[in-house]
């Protein structure tokens, strides 16, 4: 059983800064590839960017390229999303997620999620 607890959410003007954390309850955490979801009101959970367990590769929606970044500390068993430039759209609640094998972009190849944090950028 993994368990995430996301942090780091908050209000934030367009332009800012924000870095978001998952610490995660599993030995074996390095193992574990690892992604972030956002989900704004009225829309479906979208995929943000995830991090592979072996080489640490990286994969970014198109609309957070070159703004955020995902990284990891095997060592402390979390996942940072850092979030820079960041818009009114990018307003959502963000949750971390596992997949039990593998990774991928969509939400229903992921096993394990954490409770969310919100994110709000105002304009």
């Known amino acids: 059983q993994v368990q995430l607890v996301e942090s780091g959410g908050g209000l934030v003007q367009a332009g800012g800064s924000l870095r978001l954390s998952c610490a995660a309850s599993?030995?074996?955490?390095?193992?574990?590839?690892m992604g972030w979801f956002r989900q704004a009101p009225g829309k479906e959970r979208a995929f943000v960017a995830a991090?592979?367990?072996?080489?640490?590769?990286?994969y970014y929606a198109d609309s957070v390229k070159g703004r955020f970044t995902i990284s990891r500390d095997n060592a402390k068993n979390t996942v940072y999303l850092q979030m820079n430039s960041l818009k009114p759209e990018d307003t959502a609640i963000y949750y971390c997620?596992?997949?039990?094998?593998?990774?991928?972009?969509?939400?229903?190849?992921?096993?394990?999620w954490g409770q969310g944090t919100q994110v709000t950028v105002s304009s």
């Open positions: 599993v030995r074996t955490f390095s193992r574990y590839g």
């Open positions: 991090i592979n367990w072996s080489d640490g590769d990286t």
């Open positions: 997620a596992a997949p039990y094998y593998g990774l991928g972009q969509r939400p229903r190849e992921y096993d394990y």
